[in-house]
Every structure is written in C-alpha cells, then in structure tokens.
C-alpha cells in the first residue's frame, strides 16, 4: 500500500501580509522660532513700512474696516438684538480682508510689485482651506456667546438675556463680580481665537496649507511663545482700542498697518527649512 504523506501544517495556513507602515512625511519641514518681547514692535516697525509703502491700498482696507465697525455700532444702538449676526458677518468678512493685505506684504518681500486687484484675488485659490478655518472660527465666536448668555443667567437668575441685557449689564460698575467672571470667560474665548488664527491665516497663503494644520501651527507658536504672543495679543487689543476713539477713523490706519503687521509676526514665528520660495 502506497504511503499518502501529508503537506505540511504550516503550507495550509494563509500568510498574514506585511502590516503596512506609511512612508514619513515629505512636505517642507517647519521649525518654531523662539521669540524675544522685541520681536512684536519689530513686526509693528516692519507693518508700518509697508503701509507707507502702499499707503493707496492700506487705506482701501482701512475703509473696509472702518465701514464694518460703523455698521456694527449702527446695528448696536438702533437693533441690538442683530449684534451677534453682525459680529459673525464681520468674522466671515475679516479674514478674506486682511488676506489681502498679507498679500501685499508678501509680494513686498518677494520684491513683487503689490496691486490692488492681486490682494483682492488672493484668496481664490486658498477657498477651501479659508472656509474651514472661517467656519471653526464662527463657531468659537457663536460659543463664546452662548457662554457669556449662561453666565448673565447665572448671576442674575431671569433665564437667558438678549445681546442688548448682556451689553447694558457689562458696562454697569454695580456688576463688578459678575463683570469679573465674564472678563474671565470671555478672555478664554478671545485667548482661543487669537491662538488659532494668529499665524494661520498668512501660512495658509504662503504655502497653501490645509486649514487644520495652520490652526495646529498657530497653537504651536503660541504655547511656545506665550509671553510674548500675550505681549502681542495686548499691543492688538490697545491699538484697536485706540482706533475705534473718535467714531472708529483710526481704523482707516491701524487696520492695515496690524494687519501688514500680522504677516510678519508668522514670518518671524515660523522657520520653514526647505529652499522653495513661498507660494
């Protein structure tokens, strides 16, 4: 009788494949520059430069600017229960705006010659990534403002208010506790939206970059930098206060010179350490 022999146990079994390993990332490679309190009145100095330089069209966004917070204080006296949508409106409006003078800033550095008509277009190509980032930051805003309602309603326990009952509440001194957490609340909120678009926006010009890995930078520099982005952060808050006194006219300056300003904060904040030029 013939002998039958059997294969071998382990030729029967399947072979699991080789689990797969994604090959490491091959983009231009980015470094966080560490930042001196120096640094933002640098980047202020360098803003004024091109706002002289270009003082035509820094005044075309100055009157952009000016004419959103005329509307804002026209909405607030005369219908304050439509501030909140203005707000959103003005954070849907406002990045597309200072884009273009982050464009004008760049093609400066580029020893390009800046127009109006390329700052107005820049954006085209970057619709995608612009529109997500616009997005997280309504929501954020929109959060913020449901905070701040919570709050009024804790404190002073009649449900939740208008915008108008919150706004009238703030500007009272008698309020002082409730003054205080709101300032805390509401800085929280601000201190986010300023973490998440402090260098993003520009990065997303200058490489095209998807909008979750500029806010993700923008955080890194800002954790990284905390003094002196906080030092930032003021300068922004002062400047702008100084602006809106009397009737909002300083924006028709202080808004583009912060704005050529903010470009060079990202290009001071953020080393890129491959040799092509920016987009």
Request: proline share 7%; with cysteine.
């Amino acid at each position: 009788m013939t002998e039958i022999k059997s294969a071998p146990e382990s030729a029967s079994l399947p072979v699991s494949p080789e689990p797969y390993v994604p090959p490491p990332p091959v983009g231009p490679k980015r470094e966080i520059v560490a930042l001196s309190f120096a640094d933002p009145f640098r980047w202020l100095a360098r803003g004024l430069r091109d706002l002289q330089a270009e003082m035509g069209i820094g005044l075309f966004y100055g009157m952009c600017f000016w004419g959103m917070a005329i509307t804002l204080s026209l909405v607030f006296r005369h219908l304050p229960e439509y501030t909140m949508s203005i707000v959103s409106g003005c954070l849907l409006v406002g990045p597309f705006l200072a884009m273009g003078l982050y464009e004008v800033s760049r093609r400066r550095e580029q020893g390009l010659a800046p127009d109006l008509a390329s700052s107005l277009t820049c954006w085209d190509t970057h619709i995608g990534s612009m529109g997500l980032l616009v997005l997280v930051l309504v929501v954020l805003e929109l959060l913020w403002g449901r905070a701040s309602l919570v709050v009024f309603a804790v404190f002073f326990n009649t449900g939740m208010p208008s915008t108008a009952g919150v706004l009238q509440a703030v500007f009272n001194p008698e309020n002082w506790e409730f003054v205080a957490v709101y300032t805390v609340v509401g800085g929280v909120f601000a201190g986010l939206v300023f973490a998440t678009s402090v260098v993003s926006i520009p990065m997303i010009l200058d490489r095209d970059t998807d909008a979750i890995s500029a806010s993700i930078a923008s955080l890194q520099v800002f954790f990284s930098n905390l003094p002196v982005l906080l030092l930032w952060g003021l300068l922004i808050t002062l400047l702008v206060g100084l602006a809106l006194w009397p009737w909002g006219l300083g924006l028709l300056l202080i808004g583009p010179w912060l704005g050529h300003a903010t470009w060079h904060a990202y290009r001071g904040s953020i080393r890129w350490l491959d040799n092509e030029p920016a987009a």
